[in-house]
């Protein structure tokens, strides 16, 4: 079975622009989370959602939104674009079956530079 | 809040030796689990191994194994018989059902040399 997938790999813009990526999470997996990696940090959670709502929001400002569509894909939106958003965009999806916790598998990651 | 401690930046083992990779964790929740990830160069993170908060014994994934000291809060990760394939970032992660989301550290970069 195919893992996570996410597109496009690599993406450079410049400030001020908006930029879209994508993800396509496991076969039978209904949640998917969105994380920024920023370089020498670990993760930092962006996003959750669950059959197509919603179900977390991390600390970052209004320029990010996300949406999930019916077939579990995502996408992530960010607006105004800042040197600071430069960063590894990593999609995660589980199952979401209702445990005390969930194993997330992640993308490969988009690498966003803003320039 | 949660909360992952990693106070190892950077390890260095030996081919075919065994290493012991550090964390330790804060959370108020009385149900949580523990994730280990890898990360290589190339960025994706790779899942390693889980322990539930109520699991008695400690998780083993082949050549993976998380010591689980829930008194201590903390989750060390060992490695045994490392290969020069294990050369990468290793995270330690928290989630718990009320947040929705992982929690990660700041990781421990390990090198595996011949």
């Known amino acids: 079975d195919a893992g996570v997938t996410q597109s496009p790999t690599h993406l450079i813009k410049t400030r001020g622009q908006h930029v879209t990526l994508r993800c396509s999470p496991i076969s039978g997996h209904k949640s998917v989370s969105w994380y920024q990696q920023v370089l020498g940090q670990g993760p930092q959670f962006i996003f959750q959602y669950y059959e197509k709502e919603e179900r977390g929001r991390g600390n970052f400002p209004d320029r990010f939104s996300a949406r999930q569509f019916p077939n579990y894909s995502s996408e992530l939106n960010v607006n105004a674009l800042l040197l600071g958003d430069s960063a590894l965009y990593l999609c995660a999806s589980s199952q979401r079956i209702a445990e005390a916790t969930d194993t997330q598998y992640f993308g490969p990651g988009t690498r966003l530079t803003v320039l | 809040a949660q909360k992952i401690t990693q106070t190892q930046p950077g390890m260095f083992v030996q081919e075919k030796e065994a290493v012991t990779l550090d964390c330790t964790y804060d959370?108020?929740?009385?149900?949580?689990?523990l994730f280990w990830y890898k990360q290589p160069s190339s960025g994706e993170m790779i899942f390693l191994i889980y322990q539930g908060s109520y699991d008695q014994q400690n998780a083993t994934e082949g050549r993976y194994s998380l010591n689980f000291q829930k008194a201590r809060k903390s989750a060390n990760l060992v490695i045994s018989a490392s290969q020069l394939g294990d050369s990468a970032m290793y995270f330690c992660a928290i989630g718990t059902y009320n947040t929705d989301k992982l929690i990660f550290g700041t990781g421990t970069r390990l090198q595996v040399f011949p």
């Open positions: 959370t108020s929740d009385p149900s949580y689990g």
